[in-house]
């Protein structure tokens, strides 16, 4: 059974820093284009940054370019999000997801084949 469990989140002020982690399980991580989502109140879910199998195509949101980078490690099952400069406007539950639609396809259309449970990320001061 594949399990997608996501850490990391919590409150923070604006212009900080937080890395949302998200450990895979139950399937190859290797296999699959990986992704960043989120979803705020009131908001449709949308895809924040996407990273194929192997690192060679990235997607990212324009509203996070400069700021978020997503990683993986294949070898631990494990996807990573590192968010600097964070605003207000990045207040959302951060959901991880895996998916074999291109990178672009996996970000634009949420079209993952498995998600994780979200993480709260609250950005006040």
């Known amino acids: 059974q594949v399990h997608l469990v996501e850490s990391g989140g919590g409150s923070v002020q604006p212009g900080g820093s937080l890395t949302l982690s998200c450990a895979a399980s139950g399937l190859y991580l290797k296999d699959y284009n990986i992704g960043w989502f989120r979803q705020a109140p009131g908001k449709e879910r949308e895809g924040v940054s996407c990273l194929s199998r192997y690192g060679m195509m990235t997607y990212y949101e324009d509203s996070v370019k400069g700021r978020f980078t997503i990683s993986r490690d294949n070898g631990f099952n494990m996807i990573y999000l590192q968010m600097t400069g964070l605003t207000p406007e990045d207040t959302a539950v951060y959901y991880c997801?895996?998916?074999?639609?291109?990178?672009?396809?996996?970000?634009?259309?949420?079209?993952?084949?498995?998600w994780g449970q979200g993480t709260q990320v609250t950005v006040s001061s």
């Open positions: 997801a895996v998916g074999v639609e291109s990178t672009q396809k996996l970000c634009t259309s949420r079209t993952a084949d498995y």
